[in-house]
């Protein structure tokens, strides 16, 4: 059996040819058709078989390689080389040959098994295809006919389009040829109809060129009706000639029509300007609205424009504008004010003539433009900045002025134009507003810094609790609040420079921050410089500041300088303000110490004397009645400190510091008690000891620490007094109520324990 399989898979492939052709056209042979039918009918049923059965009982090699999978062979892009030297780095050569051996032989196995299991199938397969090649020939001859057919078929299909192709392009050719010679017809029309319409009724072929002007100036100068007809004609026909010389531009007749076509245009032009310039002498309405309409329809709107600033602006201005009249004693404003008066007066005819007319903007590409040439190249002195009261007049003259010129813009777009135009942004780069704030800011800033470094002036604060300027009182803050001040003013403020002056004003806050650091940096609480009276006032002027410009009136100046910006502007401004102000109020606490630090240096010193009251109760004195003596000698430098630095402050500081004082001194006096109270504890146990060591009793205590206690709490309540009188409730301040209660809480301890030992010794 397995003999004669191999012969079946040597022996029963059919060998036939193939053509790619029947592929194509088997369908139109009715043998061809029923001999592929009938064969593929038994091919289907065989194949079935076939892979029916090899899907349903797959047949598998038992022998499993180990040195190699089985997918490795299944690579589109398998190598042999690849295969052995990748095999080799995991084992021996040997291994990879018999597995591959034994593989080899699984694989062979496989093939006759499945072979001898499906013979009958392979065998049908090859006895369905005989006689198949014999009607693929026979299908071959007429195929290569039809071939043959279609070949001249195509051919003969192509002389065809090629003719027409040539007819096509010789029809486009002649169109293209006759769209020239309308064109040429249009052109030569066009000129012809412009020249009988500028000739007029009357008029002969042969006139001059003079005479045609003069006609075509007649004939606008005509009635209403009469002129704007002809004027509607001539520029429909000038646009009509000008579109088609557009198009026909390289056309030799076109070429030689452009001297004749340039003298029409000409004469044209020249016979409007006279015209123009006419009725502009003489103010004729009718004549004018003529003329304009006419530039408009024909493109040539500048071209009337330039008339108009030569004949009517130009030489106004030359008269007008002119360093005698700016000498006298109007000076500039004088010089404005006539030049609003000619816009008004005789200029408004025409912008009323024009205003219908589209393409016409005279108040921006004459009025304007002539006015700001001439005041830049004749009144250049106006824009030096080297006197900044001169200049700021000047600006600000100039400012309204082109605001009156604003005022006769018909139209937003107009305004936008006004703006935007090339005159009115050299008339602005004139104005050198930054050397302006340049010479501001320095004498602003030179003073300040003038009064950093004088002598330093202090009056005496008021007793108003109004946050006021009069209310501060270093020089070097009164200099500050005006300096602010003074960039806002009318006769220094520059609204061109705002945002400079803004930054200014943060500047000088800054300034301001720094030389009182400046002062801290120099002075300090073991070398001390300054007097506390001194630094107290700079706590004072730094609240007085913050609120007048937070609060006070500065906000509304800006608000008003700025003419009402937007709210978020405002709360931008403000928040800066703001920002810079909490880092001068930052400096509170150093300035605090260096106020607080003498007066609480004194009564710390004083204080002192607290650890001699168990000295006074050791020979039995009687019960105390009164404070220490050392609670006055305390109180006596903050005394002091509250009527000479502390004086006109308002009640709330006057509570801050008072509040600042006492609860470093009552914390202090907290620790000192403990350590005294300490002492004295350590003292009677140590005494206590002797005695019992000798076996002695003592009936009489060497210290009274009851009266201690009371000694202590008279003198505690002698603070709380004169927190009081400085008017701070010392039932309400924290540190003096734990110090009174630590105390209370001691001495009732210290009767419960007297009691307790009194009631033992009578048991």
């Known amino acids: ?263 029409i245009e000409n004469t044209l032009e020249r016979g409007l300007a006279r015209l123009f310039n006419e009725s502009l002498s003489t103010k004729n309405e009718r004549v004018m609205s003529n003329c304009l309409r006419t530039y408009a329809a024909v493109d040539k709107t500048k071209v009337a424009e330039e008339i108009f600033k030569k004949a009517i602006v130009r030489p106004f201005a030359q008269n007008h504008i002119t360093l005698k009249n700016l000498d006298e004693a109007n000076g500039l404003d004088g010089i404005f004010s006539i030049l609003i008066d000619f816009i008004q007066k005789d200029c408004q005819l025409v912008f009323q003539v024009a205003k219908p007319i589209r393409g016409f903007h005279f108040l921006v590409n004459c009025v304007f433009e002539e006015f700001s040439i001439t005041i830049i190249n004749r009144l250049s002195k106006i824009f030096t900045p080297a006197f900044p009261d001169s200049f700021l007049k000047n600006y600000n003259t100039s400012i309204k002025f082109l605001e009156n010129i604003e005022s006769f813009c018909e139209s937003k777009s107009e305004l936008e134009l006004l703006r935007f135009s090339l005159a009115y942004g050299e008339f602005m780069k004139k104005w050198n507003t930054s050397v302006y704030f340049q010479l501001r800011m320095q004498d602003i800033a030179s003073r300040l810094e003038s009064s950093f470094t004088e002598q330093i002036q202090i009056k005496n604060p008021s007793n108003s609790t109004q946050n006021s300027p009069e209310e501060l009182v270093l020089n070097p803050s009164v200099v500050l609040w005006e300096s602010l001040n003074k960039c806002w003013n009318s006769d220094i403020f520059l609204r061109a420079a705002g945002h400079r002056f803004l930054r200014l004003n943060l500047q000088l806050i800054v300034r301001y921050k720094n030389w009182i650091e400046e002062e801290i940096n120099k002075d300090s609480s073991a070398n001390p410089k300054k007097s506390t009276s001194f630094w107290s006032f700079v706590v004072h002027d730094i609240q007085i500041l913050s609120n007048l410009i937070l609060k006070g009136s500065l906000l509304k100046r800006i608000e008003e300088s700025l003419e009402n910006p937007p709210e978020e502007v405002l709360n931008t401004i403000s928040g800066c303000f703001e920002e810079q102000l909490k880092g001068s109020m930052g400096l509170e606490e150093k300035l605090k110490e260096l106020v607080t630090h003498p007066t609480l240096q004194k009564s710390l010193e004083n204080l002192r004397a607290l650890r001699g009251i168990p000295v006074i109760y050791r020979m039995n004195k009687g019960t105390p009645t009164t404070p220490s003596a050392y609670v006055g000698a305390t109180l006596a430098p903050i005394r002091e400190f509250f009527t000479d630095s502390a004086f006109g402050w308002s009640k709330e500081r006057r509570k801050e510091w008072i509040s600042f004082i006492f609860k470093q001194l009552l914390e202090q006096y907290a620790v000192t008690m403990q350590e005294m109270l300490s002492g004295v504890e350590n003292s009677e146990n140590a005494i206590k000891k002797m005695l019992k060591k000798n076996n002695k009793t003592s009936t009489t205590p060497t210290t009274d620490i009851g ?51 009194d009631s033992s010794g009578a048991e």
């Open 1 to 263: 059996m397995e003999e004669r399989s191999r012969n079946f898979l040597h022996h029963s492939t059919p060998n036939f040819p193939v053509s790619q052709d029947l592929t194509h056209s088997y369908a139109s042979n009715p043998t061809l058709s029923r001999v592929i039918s009938n064969n593929r009918s038994g091919l289907s049923s065989s194949w079935t078989k076939i892979l029916g059965s090899s899907a349903s009982n797959p047949v598998k090699s038992s022998y499993e390689p180990l040195t190699f999978s089985r997918s490795a062979f299944h690579i589109d892009n398998f190598n042999v080389d690849s295969f052995i030297t990748e095999t080799r780095r995991r084992v021996p050569l040997e291994s990879v040959v018999h597995d591959l051996d034994e593989y080899s032989k699984g694989l062979s196995l496989e093939l006759i098994e499945l072979i001898n299991r499906d013979y009958l199938d392979f065998v049908d397969l090859s006895s369905n295809l005989v006689g198949l090649e014999f009607a693929i020939e026979n299908l071959r001859k007429p195929l290569l006919l039809m071939v043959e057919d279609i070949s001249k078929v195509k051919v003969s299909l192509d002389e065809r389009i090629s003719t027409f192709e040539s007819k096509m392009k010789e029809k486009r050719n002649v169109q293209s040829k006759k769209s020239v010679l309308i064109l040429c017809l249009e052109v030569a029309r066009s000129i012809a109809q412009i020249e009988r319409l500028m000739r007029g009724k009357e008029g002969g072929e042969n006139r001059e060129e003079g005479e045609k002007e003069e006609a075509f100036g007649l004939a606008l100068s005509g009635d209403d009706e009469q002129s704007s007809s002809l004027i509607e004609r001539v520029a429909t026909e000038f646009n009509q000639l000008k579109y088609y010389v557009s198009k026909g531009k390289d056309l030799p007749f076109v070429k030689k029509q452009e001297a004749h076509i340039q003298s």
């Open 707 to 757: 009266k201690i206690w009371i000694q202590l709490q008279l003198d505690v309540e002698a603070f709380g007094n004169h927190l009081n009188q400085l008017e701070v409730n010392p039932e309400n301040f924290e540190p003096h109520k734990k110090v009174l209660n630590t105390i209370k809480t001691g001495r009732k301890k210290f009767e419960e324990s007297k009691l307790d030992a």
